[in-house]
């Protein structure tokens, strides 16, 4: 679990697609550096979010760190189009006395968005972002939450269909924290929605889909409720 909040960003060192080294396993392999002040703490097997991507930590020293990384996580992401030098966001996972000051982000991204337009508003900027799968938008609403490339950022402005996108700002002092905002048009960013959605979602499917006869066994006695109360109405007045 992760807040939104990049701690620091760091530097690809390397992407290797068949890491024979130990921590490696043979699969892919990403290597970060210039990234000291997150691995203090550090233990094989943590969790660090990079570009809002949990990794697992197979190797680490004081200044760098190895993760795995799986297919799906490579076809799910932009962390297959990452070189040397690439800089990247992180953030190591949760603790007990951490303060939630973003939203809660699980480092499961849903998807990608390319970036359609960056305009300067004063000293801000307006990120347009339209996503690989459109499905998430029914998640994306105004003043809500989403995570960008591991960035908890407000949305301000939501357009559906075929077609949609949203928008989000970067203040000045956001700009200098994380790695979207030396993004151009055309490159794509990570994207995870906030979780609440898809429980609101799913806790409301389950309801309609229950024992009570299925959605329309519920809308069935749900108008009938309606119509015998206003009958009553009727047969006392």
Known sequence: MFTGLVETIGTVTSLDPLDT??????GTSLTISDCAEILTDAHLGDSIS????????TFFNSSSFK????????RRTNLGSLTAGSPVNLERA???????GGHFVQGHVDTTATILSVTPDGNALTFRLQPRDKSVLRYIVEKGFVTVDGASLTVTKVVDGAEGWWEIMLISYTQEKVVTAKKETGE?????????????????QAYFE???????????????RLVEEKLKGQSTA
């Open 21 to 26: 080294s130990a921590s490696g396993g043979g």
């Open 50 to 57: 990079v570009n809002g991507t949990c990794l697992t930590v």
């Open 67 to 74: 993760v795995g990384v799986a297919p799906e996580t490579l």
């Open 94 to 100: 949760v603790s007990a006395n951490t303060r939630m």
């Open 188 to 204: 794509e960013v990570n994207v995870e929605i906030d979780m609440v959605g898809k429980y609101v979602e799913k806790s409301v």
């Open 210 to 224: 229950g024992a009570a006869g299925g959605e329309a066994g519920i809308l069935e006695k749900m108008v009938g």
